[in-house]
């Protein structure tokens, strides 16, 4: 992965994310009439690598520059960047596609003609001008995200500003302005365009021979679509209870806070009392739901940074100091000098996180609106997660500059950011060792992770089965906005704070959606993370609760992961999860394992609770 918005544009465009086998179940394009031979296929595959490669990185530069500046023009160059990009991929899929039957294939050669195949985020059609339209509508989609404001008290409030101000305010009434304002604004405007858009990359999938563009997104995983669905179901069974329980616990404190006027003791939460604006991580209102006594876990990390005069660089630095003691090489001095670390005063960027591989070697970057405050220090672990996965594989092919899933690449900073436990704090000097919370106060601690990694599940997995309803047809422009809150009210149990307009694209106002980036990989993320982190744990010779454990400065950790990343892509993931898990499945198991006292505890005290809604 090279940025991450670009898997879904850079990406989207970049060859090295090209990914997965394509399957049976799809129907073949036309067969070719010569009988192209095994070495023909090889010659292909390193001349489409080549290509891509040296597109890639000339390409990036282009996008790098369009979100750290938008305007008009460096829409337009990005646009049209994205169209040769988007025209190559289409060409190497089609051609890659003559090869599917070839005899005597290296294992090698038929998982990348497969990448090249169903790689594609976004495919166009071969007609004249689809692509380029493609690309137009998909950057200006970005463009209207990143540029996009809410209201506060009637003034105009930018993206990075209210997202943060969605995690301190508490009057309901301005949390429902900000809400309603930033859903308005930046969706509405919208959803024309992303129908057409949907409509080209349907026809390109369709003449690559997939079904549309949901089933090559699901076609990425080492298994058929239809699988990876089934998957994705079981897993979410698997942790399902652990929401629920939440769910009912955080409905009865807001209630308790706010009155049945604002948010009633039964039926759905009201989405912008959550404290984030997608209502995707709740941690942001631990203040109000944490309990008397075990709930006063003694610090909060916000004013911990704020404290010690944390900065924005500050903040980068220390991340980087948790990979550097596990081994990894230190970052490069070109980090520094081009990463976008905060956001520029005099010009529109888009401020939503990501991590940019420049030069699929050494130029890695990310590109933040960073603030002093808990989240973008967890956030921070998490791009640098993905810097140091590209700086690992690239000695890859081209191909397998990626991660073993997308999943795993969402997961790497995560589970680095779940070892920031109070005696991690003190070690690194955040937290007086006297402040470190005593066994006592383990509940609120898991209750305050709890928050945010399990509030996340159900919502990690609706953006996607919106999409996938999206682009198989069952849902239609006309009900796309009553499908997303229908979704969001079946998975995640909440309700708007307003009734929506007839012209509402409330899912719009969520980056990954104008963004082009598939989501399910943050679920599988949340999932993996555990995984990993038990893993580490385990390895570390950890022996007490897990959620206590810090493998901060163990090298034998550093090298234990280092060997899963340096893999890349070049093999199924399971293969890669093997090599630091042991395991080759993807399984919650971990997750619940970490949360179970939580759970003992929340189901005491939703005793004589009505839960669901
Ligand atoms: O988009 C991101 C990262 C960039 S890859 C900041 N995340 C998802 C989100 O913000 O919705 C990380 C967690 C989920
Ligand atoms: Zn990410």
New binding site residues.
């Given amino acids: 992965m090279k940025s991450?918005?670009s898997?879904a544009s850079v990406i989207a465009l970049s060859v090295a994310t090209v990914a997965a086998p394509a399957f049976a179940e799809e129907v073949a394009p036309q067969a070719a009439a010569a009988k192209p031979t095994a070495a023909d296929a090889e010659a292909f595959v390193a001349a489409a690598e080549k290509e891509g490669f040296d597109y890639t990185v000339s390409a990036s530069r282009v996008f790098w520059i369009n979100s750290t500046y938008l305007t008009d023009d460096t829409n337009a160059l990005a646009a049209e960047v994205g169209a040769k990009g988007t025209e190559m991929q289409v060409r190497f899929a089609l051609e890659a596609a003559k090869y599917n039957d070839v005899p005597g294939l290296s294992e090698e050669t038929r998982r990348k003609l497969d990448k090249l195949r169903g790689g594609i985020v976004l495919p166009a059609p071969t007609t004249e001008g689809a692509a380029a339209e493609l690309n137009t509508i998909a950057t200006e989609l970005q463009s209207i995200y990143g540029k996009g404001k809410g209201t506060l008290d009637g003034k105009p409030v930018s993206g990075s500003d209210i997202e943060a101000a969605m995690g301190d305010v508490r009057d309901p009434a301005k949390l429902k302005e900000m809400w309603v304002s930033w859903h308005d604004n930046v969706g509405a405007p919208m959803k024309d365009d992303y129908a057409r858009m949907v409509e080209i990359a349907n026809q390109g999938a369709r003449e690559l021979g997939f079904r549309n563009v949901g089933a090559m997104w699901r076609g990425q995983y080492d298994m058929s679509a239809d699988e990876f669905a089934a998957l994705t179901e079981k897993l979410w069974q698997q942790v399902k209870p652990l929401y629920d329980d939440l769910h009912c616990y955080t409905r009865t404190k807001l209630n308790e806070k706010y009155g049945d006027a604002v948010q009633p003791k039964t039926g759905p939460i009201r989405a912008d009392l959550l404290g984030n604006m997608?209502a995707?991580?709740w941690g942001n209102i631990y203040d109000v739901v944490a309990p008397a006594g075990a709930g006063d876990i003694g610090y909060d990390v916000t004013e911990l940074l704020k404290a010690k005069n944390y900065d924005p660089l500050k903040m980068v630095k220390t991340g980087e100091g948790f990979f550097s003691s596990l081994g990894f090489a230190p970052l490069p001095e070109t980090f520094w000098q081009r990463s976008q670390f905060v956001k520029p005063q005099d010009r529109e960027v888009v401020c939503?996180?990501?991590?940019w591989d420049i030069d699929n070697m050494d130029d890695i970057r990310i590109k933040?609106c960073i603030k002093v405050n808990a989240d973008d220090f967890t956030?921070i672990h998490?791009?640098l997660g993905?810097n140091y996965y590209q700086r690992a594989y690239n000695q890859q092919d081209p191909l397998h500059l990626d991660g073993a899933n997308d999943g795993f690449?969402?997961a790497i900073g995560?589970m680095v950011a779940l070892s920031i436990t109070p005696d991690y704090l003190v070690e690194i000097g955040l937290l007086d060792k006297a402040k470190v919370p005593g066994a006592d106060k383990d509940l609120g601690l898991l209750l305050r992770q709890g928050m945010d990694k399990l509030a996340?599940l159900p919502?990690?997995l609706l953006?996607d089965r919106w999409r996938w309803g999206v682009f198989d047809g069952s849902i239609k422009p006309t009900g796309y906005n009553d499908a997303w809150t229908a979704l969001r009210l079946q998975y995640q149990g909440i309700v708007p704070p307003a009734d929506r307009p007839d012209d509402a694209f409330d899912p719009g106002a969520?980056?990954?959606i104008p963004g082009n980036?598939p989501?399910t990989?943050?679920f599988l993320?949340r999932i993996l993370q555990f995984q990993f982190y038990k893993a580490a744990c385990d390895i570390a010779g950890w022996k007490g609760p897990l959620h206590r454990c810090s493998f901060y400065g163990n090298k034998e950790v550093g090298n234990r992961l280092n060997a899963m990343l340096e893999m890349g892509a070049s093999k199924p993931w399971p293969d890669a999860l093997e090599a630091f898990t042991g395991s080759r499945e993807m399984d919650g198991t971990a997750l619940v394992e970490y949360f179970a006292p939580l759970q003992t505890w929340l189901k005491e005290e939703n005793k004589g609770k009505q839960c669901g809604w």
């Fill in positions: 991450f918005k898997l997608w995707q991580e939503h996180a990501s991590a933040m956030t998490h791009e993905h690449h969402e995560d996340f919502f990690g953006v969520k980056y990954h980036t989501y990989r943050y993320a």
